[in-house]
């Protein structure tokens, strides 16, 4: 279903998995009343890098993370059916005829989003959730967990809600 938009989160119409539509429209009005508090956080709003993938989506990360050539890699969740191991230096076209079920990736069954801050001093919304700006994202990751989700450790951007997790 479609991501829900409010004042203080944007998710680009994205989709989601729509048992994420109100914990995520609760983690915005968390954040609202959060940011207020903070002297200049009332720019402050919450966007999305990324919500729901498709299979073909996740195997495009796959790739771009370098996992065709590191047979070792554990950068993202693979897209590939279980018994099925791409061997190094598989192209897009080969590994595209070995997808699996979308339930088995957070992105790609829809319970996880990427969320970074927008509006944060000096800093381009294109790159904000490789280099978030700390106030911001440390009220972003309370208002995400106060709803109902937790944190990837490795990416300080990657949610999933913790009650449809698998």
């Known amino acids: 279903v479609a991501s829900p938009d409010?004042?203080?989160?944007?998710?680009?119409?994205?989709?989601?998995?729509?048992?994420?539509?109100?914990?995520?429209?609760?983690?915005g009005e968390i954040f609202c009343r959060l940011r207020a508090s903070v002297n200049g956080g009332g720019a402050w709003r919450i966007r999305a890098a990324d919500t729901s993938r498709t299979l073909r989506n996740q195997l495009s990360t796959w790739f771009s993370n370098?996992?065709?050539?590191?047979?070792?890699?554990?950068?993202?969740?693979?897209?590939?059916a279980p018994g099925y191991t791409p061997p190094p230096g598989v192209t897009q076209e080969e590994a595209a005829q070995h997808l699996g079920d979308p339930m088995q990736c957070p992105h790609t069954s829809g319970v996880a989003v990427d969320l970074f801050c927008d509006g944060t001093p000096g800093q381009s919304a294109s790159r904000a959730h490789v280099h978030p700006y700390v106030p911001c994202q440390l009220l972003l990751e309370r208002a995400m967990l106060e709803a109902g989700f937790c944190r990837l450790r490795q990416e300080s951007w990657h949610f999933e809600l913790n009650a449809i997790r698998k």
Do not use: D, I, K, Y
């Open 6 to 27: 409010t004042e203080c989160m944007h998710l680009n119409n994205g989709q989601v998995n729509a048992q994420l539509v109100e914990p995520l429209r609760r983690a």
């Open 66 to 80: 370098g996992c065709n050539t590191n047979p070792n890699c554990t950068a993202t969740c693979s897209p590939f």
